[in-house]
């Protein structure tokens, strides 16, 4: 079972403007920032979202985060085929002797 | 180009230990904190264990806690995780992963290896 709980899939058409929950507690989210992460099928993750709403260089800005209280959203819009991939949200941890890092369990995405 | 690689992995009987290495290469290690990052078959993302630039903070997950040791090279762009006592549910596909921020500890991590599996059954 994840420290961060998120919905095991979504969908959407291409276009279309999808959202991604995660949920936490006062020991990761909601004293630190989020993070999320998108694994293509077959493909190491790779870093998506950093600070709540940064992106890496590179990453669309199709791609958007948020983060409120002990929750956060990934948001894309105009979304395309090779969006479909599994996202992980990710934050630091404050809990003593605990995990540093807490990852959600994942969200498949599936462009229909 | 900056890019992390993994060794090490294969099939351990359960009690046994095994080590992994991650070879880095592009950017300059000693900077960074590392990670490592397990993905159990067809179930999601773990943090296992990080260190520090300078190996003075160590963390580890739970679940390793006892049996994995992490640690670095920093002569040889280099990072180890020991894993000791070896269980069926260690097994995973290990990542390598490099710490977004320079001389800190943070849970972005901005480039992954292809990973090392490790698989544990007798």
């Known amino acids: 079972q994840s420290v961060l709980t998120q919905p095991p899939s979504a969908s959407g058409t291409p276009g279309q403007r999808v959202t991604i929950s995660c949920s936490g507690s006062s020991s990761n989210i909601g004293s630190n920032t989020v993070n999320w992460y998108q694994q293509l099928p077959g493909t190491a993750p790779k870093l998506l979202i950093y600070?709540?709403?940064q992106r890496p260089s590179g990453v669309p800005d199709r791609f958007s985060g948020s983060k409120s209280g002990t929750s956060a959203s990934l948001a894309i819009s105009g979304l395309q085929s090779e969006d479909e991939a599994d996202y992980y949200c990710a934050a630091w941890d404050d809990s003593l002797n605990g995990p540093w890092v807490v990852f959600g369990g994942g969200t498949k995405l599936t462009v229909l | 180009e900056v890019q992390l690689v993994e060794s090490g992995g294969g099939l351990v009987q359960p009690g046994r230990s095994l080590r992994l290495s991650c070879a880095a290469s592009?950017?300059?290690?000693?900077?960074?904190?590392m990670h490592w990052v397990r993905q159990a078959p067809g179930k999601g993302l773990e943090w296992v264990s990080g260190?520090?630039?300078?190996?003075?903070?160590?963390g580890y997950a739970d679940s390793v806690k006892g049996r994995f040791t992490i640690s670095r090279d920093n002569a040889k762009n280099s990072l180890y995780l020991q894993m000791n006592s070896l269980r069926a549910e260690d097994t995973a596909l290990y990542y390598c992963?490099?710490?977004?921020?320079?001389?800190?500890?943070?849970?972005?991590?901005?480039?992954w290896g292809q990973g090392t599996m490790v698989t544990v059954s007798s």
């Open positions: 260190i520090s630039w300078n190996s003075g903070s160590i």
């Open positions: 600070s709540n709403n």
């Open positions: 992963a490099k710490d977004m921020r320079a001389d800190t500890v943070s849970d972005a991590f901005d480039i």
């Open positions: 592009g950017f300059t290690f000693d900077d960074y904190a």
